[in-house]
């Protein structure tokens, strides 16, 4: 397979903070576009600092900004001030894509917002990302994944263990990076209207309409005016087959058997567990879902004999339909991760590695990902591709435009 660097010409402004927004940019990175990363002066941006926090894993690497901000240049820019508004638009001009989630109040203040950069620059693709939409009440709330994503959509609510169980947490990224691949999506699409129509258009997307779209099974029911089924605790699931076990480990896996009428007899022999098949309480899917707790239990006792690698080989084996309920920590050692191409490893520094963006183009390989920039690693040189020269980036220092 040839590399190719497909967006080789592209140029990519990424003036957004935390991960969604970032996130997006950093998949064209990798597919070689020139992304420019603005930061404020100073700490730069916050999610630079995430890991540092309560209850994140402890690492001696910045695991969030090297998957998040890795192939881009940083240049440090104070938007506050004129001067460094000036250089941001001067960017805009050459620009082809133009990224943000800054609140919609701050784009107005700052003038980054779509009037403003569009004026500039008529071929310019605005991707705009909000916790709830550009329109409606609710547009100036601030949201995060977990508020917006998450708990909104109803998702929260529904993978609770029972209804009497607390809503589920989130995990940090878990609504962002698919809301990245959804605003990736919208402004490749949008390079292709350019393409017909030559100009550029304004992209938007939210936390709230990507939650609502990967809970849009159930959300299509409640529109459709359903009925609701309250979720029964694991012990008491409707579906025995469709259902997760905990191993003599204490680890578990998750059956997800549907074509029960060619794999129950193959569970059972998995498990030596053949007096089932005799067993009028199981002789038939139906009997299966009415009598489901009780076979659960006695599942439960099988699967409890022996360790979960003994169970993966024995179902993998034998074409159950199964996965482990990996833990993160699972994950670096799983070859199939690797074997697919979604672990990147970074040229320059061996001793870490990120997750690559989950899909393939034949013949067009992702560049490696070089480090992710320091707080206005680049600046002088983005500075001197706009033409400044050292005494005029000295003096944008000494002001206080960039860093």
């Known amino acids: 397979m040839t590399t190719v660097s497909l967006f080789s010409d592209l140029k990519v402004i990424d003036c957004g ?38 209850g994140n894993p402890v690492c001696e690497h910045d695991y969030a900004w090297l ?27 050459n620009a082809d894509v133009f990224v943000t989630n800054y609140p919609l109040r701050v784009r107005d203040k700052l003038h980054i917002d779509y009037a403003t950069l569009s004026a ?5 693709i605005y991707g705009s990302f909000t916790g709830y939409g550009e329109t409606g009440p609710e547009a100036a709330k601030p949201g995060f994944d977990a508020t917006s994503y998450w708990a909104r959509s109803g998702m929260m609510d529904l993978v609770r263990d029972s209804p009497a169980a607390v809503p589920a947490r989130a995990v940090v990224g878990q609504g ?83 074509n029960e009428d060619r794999h129950w007899p193959v569970l059972v022999r998995c498990l030596e567990q053949e007096d089932l098949l005799t067993d009028e309480r199981f002789g038939s899917k139906p009997d299966r879902l ?17 360790d979960r690698a003994h169970w993966a080989r024995v179902l993998g084996e034998n074409g159950i339909v199964f996965d482990i309920v990996a833990e993160s920590a699972d994950l670096p050692d799983d070859a199939q991760l690797r074997a697919g191409g979604l672990v990147a490893h970074f040229p320059d520094d061996d001793r870490v ?31 001197a591709e706009l033409g400044y020269d050292a005494a005029a980036i000295a003096a944008l220092r000494a002001g206080g435009a960039v860093s």
């Open 120 to 124: 500039m620059n008529e071929r310019l």
């Open 290 to 306: 009415r009598n489901a707790r009780d076979l659960i239990a006695i599942l439960d006792e099988a699967f409890g004999r022996h």
């Open 176 to 258: 962002d990076h698919p809301s990245a691949m959804t605003l990736y999506a919208g402004i490749v699409t949008a390079l292709y209207l350019r393409e017909r129509t030559g100009r550029g258009t304004q992209v938007s997307s939210s936390l709230l309409a990507n939650g609502v779209w990967a809970n849009s099974y159930m959300a299509t029911a409640a529109l459709c005016g359903a009925e609701f089924i309250p979720r029964p605790p694991r012990g008491q699931l409707f579906n025995a087959l469709s259902c997760h076990y905990q191993c003599a480990d204490e680890k578990w896996l998750l059956l997800t058997i549907l």
């Open 17 to 54: 903070s935390y991960i969604a927004a970032p996130a997006a940019t950093t998949i064209m990175a990798d597919l070689g576009a020139d992304v420019v990363k603005i930061e404020p002066p100073g700490p730069g941006d916050p999610y630079r600092d995430l890991p540092r926090l309560p």
């Open 67 to 93: 998957l998040d901000a890795h192939s881009k240049r940083g240049l440090a820019l104070n938007l506050s001030s004129a001067e460094g508004q000036r250089v941001l638009h001067q960017l805009v001009e």
């Open 353 to 383: 590695a990120t997750i690559a963006a989950p899909f393939r183009l034949d013949g067009v390989d992702p560049l490696p990902p070089r480090l992710p920039p320091a707080v206005g690693e680049h600046t002088d040189e983005v500075l």
